[in-house]
């Protein structure tokens, strides 16, 4: 079975310019079929700003209202992601930039409103991977940022970190899959000031107990639920830690595993 | 040979709603091989406005800089590129959304500084259709947007007119091409002022009369100069008219050809 690596990058990346860089440069040189999911940054919040349009979070989550569609989808699928294309054509690594509407690759629906509504996000129910697996046979790398569509000539605005997962898993059928999720920090830590107290083994037995210690909480259990969804559906491996795990053997990061 | 219909459509139907939604829907219904390639509209301008950038032309063309730049990414390769491919998808109709910088499909390079200073407007020196032509292999419909790349990591903005006859030319050598530039007139009229005076066929022959008479003049000049520079390319047919000359057999437009 081939390898296949998706390979999620965050804002920490994405606001900075010369990371980005520096990041995609090396991203271009790794061997074998690669997907690259980015997520969205500052850049949708600084242009809302710039045209007067309010930002409505909800748990951290951003409400996606007609206007706010409009701005991710120019800011995700228009800026940074044909920014990224470029950058890494000049690499002499051949990529097109996806999002979930391209190729019909992700389809979701629009999240049911219950204590909150959240607008024009989507729940992904189907991954089509038809057309990027083309693309993989020649040698192109897709780029996915993190918009869908509900099938209907609908965009949505959805989870980055769940298009990597879902992507992982339907390929998990046709490829040995590698999921990568780069961030800020080393790994899932034990003291989360200290990026030296990596845990670099989390499975399903030692999560309880991490949750249940306190040790992980807030914002890492979502990524984490992700994390196992994805290894129960098959995906190979799933890693947590700085986008440099990718290139430096020696760098501790988190491996999440089932047993 | 196969046959690759090659379709231009310009603001008047981006910026309408309706007539977008409905061209679309026959669109999709078209058998056979086909590209569409977008330009702008209004929608670039207004965002302008909103943020407060000026907007400067030269000559009926759009001055790029650096903040116009980001502004024609969101829009184009964005906000209408998305739009487009997922109105598509709703009709069944696979899509991918491609700028030039995608699959490395169209080179250019910044136009050189002459009386005027574009900015960052590209002149077409190279198409690489090998990216395209396996999406098309796959019954996938790729939709271009008016921005195309240095194959250095710059976006460049490029008159959607050369990006489908460059696109047309590029394909002649493997399909039977036709290219059509769909637009609000019938087509070339001897009458500005009377939808009903197409020209239906014009010539190299005709055409120096037609000029040497002023009956072809302005904006329609560059644009006879992209179809007949098509056509001596190897380019089977180019028309211009209504887009409704795509799907109704009887409509009167007209049709280039070499002699």
Do not use: W
């Amino acid at each position: 079975m081939k390898k296949l690596k998706i390979i999620k990058i965050g804002g920490n990346i994405i606001d900075n310019e010369d990371a980005l860089h520096s990041f995609l440069k090396e991203f271009s040189k790794l061997k074998g079929s690669k997907i690259l999911v980015h997520g969205g940054g500052k850049l949708a919040t600084q242009l809302a700003n710039k045209m007067n349009i309010e930002v409505k979070m909800s748990n951290g989550r951003r409400i996606t209202d007609v206007a706010t569609l409009d701005i991710i989808t120019m800011v995700y699928a228009g800026k940074i992601s044909k920014t990224i294309v470029a950058k890494l054509q000049a690499q002499q690594c051949n990529t097109v930039g996806f999002s979930g509407a391209d190729g019909n690759t992700i389809v979701s629906v629009k999240r049911p409103v219950k204590e909150v509504d959240f607008g024009y996000v989507g729940d992904v129910i189907r991954v089509n991977s038809e057309t990027t697996d083309v693309l993989l046979h020649n040698n192109i790398t897709p780029v996915f940022c993190a918009i869908t569509h509900d099938a209907n000539g609908q965009l949505l605005n959805t989870n980055a970190d769940t298009i990597a997962s879902e992507l992982a898993i339907a390929f998990a059928a046709t490829y040995k899959t590698e999921l990568y999720y780069c961030f800020e920090k080393s790994g899932v830590l034990k003291n989360i000031d200290d990026n030296a107290s990596v845990i670099e083994n989390i499975t399903t037995e030692n999560y309880q107990i991490l949750k249940d210690q306190g040790t992980i909480a807030d914002g890492m259990l979502p990524k984490l639920d992700n994390c196992f969804h994805a290894i129960a559906h098959n995906v190979n491996k799933v890693c947590i830690g700085k986008p440099e795990m990718l290139f430096n053997s020696k760098l501790k990061f988190t491996t999440i595993t089932a047993k």
